[in-house]
Each structure stands twice: as C-alpha cells, then as structure tokens.
Antibody, heavy 119, light 112 residues
Framework: QVQLVQSESKLEKPGASVKISCKAS????????LNWVRQVPGQGLEWMGW????????TYVRGFRGRFVFSLDTSVSTAYLQISGLKIEDTAIYYC????????????WGQGTLVTVSS | DIVMTQSPDSLAVSLGERATINCKSSQNVLNTSNNKNYLAWYQQKPGQPPKLLIY???TRASGVPDRFSGSGSGTDFTLTISGLQAEDVAVYFCQQYYNSPLFGQGTKLQLK
C-alpha cells in the first residue's frame, strides 16, 4: 500500500536550518508529483509547492521562496524539505502529500513532521 | 486570489443524525470543458494528517464510507455526513484545485 513516512519532530533554534524527509513506498516514486503542506498547530492548511519527482524540478508558492528548498533522492524514493534561517513563525507541522494525477487534490499524506523553533 | 470560506466554523451533531458542512469559493471552480468541479474534502482527526474523503466535488475516495457525500457546483459546495458516528468527530476542510490549491479554514465537528 502507498505510504509516505516522514522524519521525526525537530526542535531548532532561530537562525538554524532543518531538513525533513519523506520516504515513499508502495508505488513508483517518480510517477507522482509530491507536494509540501504547512499547518500551524490548531490552524489551517497552506500549500507550499511541489516537486516533480521525475525531473527534480521544484515549484514554490509565493511566501515559500528563498528559505525553503525541495529536493529528492530518487535512489531511496525520498523527498526532502530544507528550511534555512529558521524563524519562530516557522513553527508548524510540515506534511508531504502526493497527488494521484495532474490534478491537485492530495490522495496520500505523510504523518507530518512538527518543527518547533524556539530559543 | 480565490478565497474558500467554510460554514459553520464548528457544529455539534447527535449520533445518528445528519451533519452538513458548507464551502463557498469566491470564484467558480467548475471547468466547463470537462464539466468537473475542482473541489475536494478532507477529514483531519487530532494528531493525524488530513485524509481525502471526496474529490471532483462528489466522488468518494477509496474506502470512504457511503455516509459521506459531496454535492454542489460552481461556487457552493456541501459535505453531508448521514448517520453520524463517533469516529466522524474531526475537523473537515474543503480545498479547491482549479487554481493553486487552497483550503478552507476548517469546520470542527463535535458530538452533541
């Protein structure tokens, strides 16, 4: 069955960097676009952008350009989200999520990685 | 930019009763070329990721019980849960994918 398994929660200081992983299994990794979605605890869902798992080409939503980097290691069917220059307001749960075709509804989600930024 | 507005923000329904959640888009999400509404619904329980319930406004995702149904077209959509069960307590989000994916603010469903 399709699974997206993310790395464990992280506690980081302001200004630091963090890298979150999302390991896929149960399907051909390069056949499906992967997305990243942010959720501030207790709040709504915000789409951050996507990465073409076939080409490695990332696309970032306005507001997530600059400090946020999507990358891949197709040899281990894993996508990564790196956030640099962490700010307090980056504290959130970050989800990877797959779209089943070229239409952007999300059929499978990782379990989420909580990133806490605190001094 | 499209704005997705759900109503109500929260509601309490008795076991076995019907729950109705509304979602309004500020722009039309019906693509007339394929006659599809680019609207999805998700369920999120505490400590869990969202789970896809409905896509194309009315198509149930695999494994979703038939007590969940979606309706509507254009700018106004409804998620109906018929015969509420205890495990349906959750936050529900609508999401349009006509343009860049955008979620509603969520509706918290509780037991009365």
């Amino acid at each position: 069955q399709v699974q997206l398994v993310q790395s464990e929660s992280k506690l980081e200081k302001p200004g630091a960097s963090v890298k979150i992983s999302c390991k896929a299994s149960g399907y051909t990794f390069t056949n499906y676009i992967l997305n990243w979605v942010r959720q501030v605890p207790g709040q709504g869902l915000e789409w951050m952008g996507w990465i073409d798992t076939n080409t490695g080409n990332p696309t970032y939503v306005r507001g997530f350009r600059g400090r946020f980097v999507f990358s891949l290691d197709t040899s281990v069917s894993t996508a990564y989200l790196q956030i640099s220059g962490l700010k307090i307001e980056d504290t959130a749960i970050y989800y990877c999520a797959r779209i089943p075709n070229n239409y952007y509804y999300f059929d499978h989600w990782g379990q989420g990685t909580l990133v806490t930024v605190s001094s | 930019d499209i704005v997705m507005t759900q109503s109500p923000d929260s509601l309490a329904v008795s076991l076995g009763e019907r729950a109705t959640i509304n979602c309004k888009s500020s722009q039309n999400v019906l693509n007339t070329s394929n006659n599809k509404n680019y609207l999805a619904w998700y369920q999120q329980k505490p400590g869990q990721p969202p789970k896809l319930l409905i896509y194309w406004a009315s198509t149930r995702a695999s494994g979703v019980p038939d007590r969940f149904s979606g309706s509507g077209s254009g700018t106004d959509f409804t998620l109906t849960i018929s015969g509420l069960q205890a495990e349906d307590v959750a936050v529900y989000f609508c999401q349009q994918y006509y343009n860049s994916p955008l979620f509603g603010q969520g509706t918290k469903l509780q037991l009365k």
